[in-house]
């Protein structure tokens, strides 16, 4: 099914037909104790704003009983909606089923562990009402293990902002609020939610951060540990990849491949040509096996672009998804 499909579905579970401006959406894996919380501080904010809003609970398989509290919120406020999962499919899928039912103007989007505070959601409104596409929390007061969680987050903010040139300090805060168009054209897949602004880059946003608050865990414990940090790395390369060369995939394998296959086939015309005529034994060159090898690997790597290009036009084709995004036509 494809997004405007699944996107179809997903309203036409809501009977009103009303405009709301802000939906919330909260992934929730196993946050039992601070879900109450969650709500008292949520309600202190949300009616505050003057606007209509919907808050939308993603159950992620929680076993710990998360589902009766939320049940329990629902039933409390109807602007509480909550999806539950079959099983546990982690915070993407999560976040991807919130933006799917989510009717608002303005997504925000935030961790259910209290660490996130709803006090600053009015601050990423304001920004947003100045025409941004993205506003990013920024934890500039994190609270969080050194080693284990901040060092590499570091490492990874730094390389994503030089790789993708979009400049946020910190893309691992869930608190980012979202304009519908960013929500409804990006596929997230994996781990990627945590660099939205960067996949939507492809489309041309405005991205602006602010400062937010940060508070360490009270209840429950995080469900990430620094083997995140070797998945992270793999989501960086993909996230290139689909930035720079989605459209072109020749572009980057055939370039590899020429690169390699030459090297491989020069170096072994003069491995022959000294076979042939200064009768030098080509059974000691270690650099006949490697240039052989090179002449392989450069034309699997070729091959591997065709298939790329194929498999790019395949997927724009059957998808439907357009290779453009249009901000408004004036006809
Ligand atoms: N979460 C989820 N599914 C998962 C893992 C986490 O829905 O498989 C939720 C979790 O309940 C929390 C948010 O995602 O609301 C962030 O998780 P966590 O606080 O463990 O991450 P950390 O803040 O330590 O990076
Ligand atoms: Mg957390």
Not at 34 to 40: G, I
Not at 62 to 73: A, H, M, R, T, V
Not at 272 to 278: D, K, S
Request: include cysteine; charge should be positive; aromatic fraction near 10%.
């Amino acid at each position: 099914m494809s997004k405007n499909q699944r996107m179809a579905k997903a309203s036409s579970f809501c009977d009103e037909e009303e405009e709301i401006y802000l939906s919330v959406v909260i992934p929730v894996y196993n946050e039992k104790q601070s879900l109450e919380h969650l709500y008292e501080n949520l309600n202190a904010v949300l009616p505050g704003i003057g606007k209509s809003y919907e808050v939308i609970l993603i159950d992620d398989g929680s076993n710990d009983g998360s589902f009766i509290e939320l049940k329990k919120i629902h039933e409390k406020n109807n602007n509480y909606k909550i999806i539950r999962f079959r099983k546990n499919f982690g915070q993407t899928p999560a976040m991807s089923a919130g933006f799917d039912y989510a009717r608002g103007e303005v997504i925000i989007t935030l961790d259910a562990d209290l660490q996130n505070d709803p006090k600053d959601i009015p601050l990423l409104l304001e920004k947003m009402e100045e025409g941004y596409d993205i506003v990013s929390g920024w934890r500039a007061n994190r609270q969080d293990k050194a080693i284990s969680r901040k060092l590499p987050s570091r490492i990874a903010n730094w390389l994503i902002a030089k790789l993708t040139r979009v400049h946020i300090h910190d893309y691992g805060c869930t608190l980012k609020a979202y304009s519908r168009d960013v929500v409804k054209n990006v596929e997230l897949y994996g781990e990627m939610h945590r660099y939205i602004p960067a996949v939507a880059s492809w489309m041309g946003i405005n991205v602006t951060e602010v400062k937010v608050n940060h508070h360490s865990r009270k209840f429950g414990k995080s469900k990430y540990g620094i083997s995140r940090t070797i998945r992270v790395i793999l989501d960086i390369i993909t996230i290139k990849y689909l930035l720079s060369y989605s459209q072109r995939p020749i572009q980057i394998f055939g370039l590899l491949g020429l690169f390699t296959g030459t090297v491989g086939l020069i170096t072994t015309i003069y491995l022959i040509i000294m076979r042939l005529f200064f009768q030098m034994s080509l059974a000691d060159r270690p650099l006949f096996t490697l240039s052989i090898f090179m002449i392989f690997i450069g034309v699997q790597l070729i091959t591997m672009g065709i298939l790329a290009e194929l498999i790019m036009r395949t997927y724009h084709e059957a998808s439907g998804k357009p290779t453009y995004a249009v901000k408004e036509i004036i006809d």
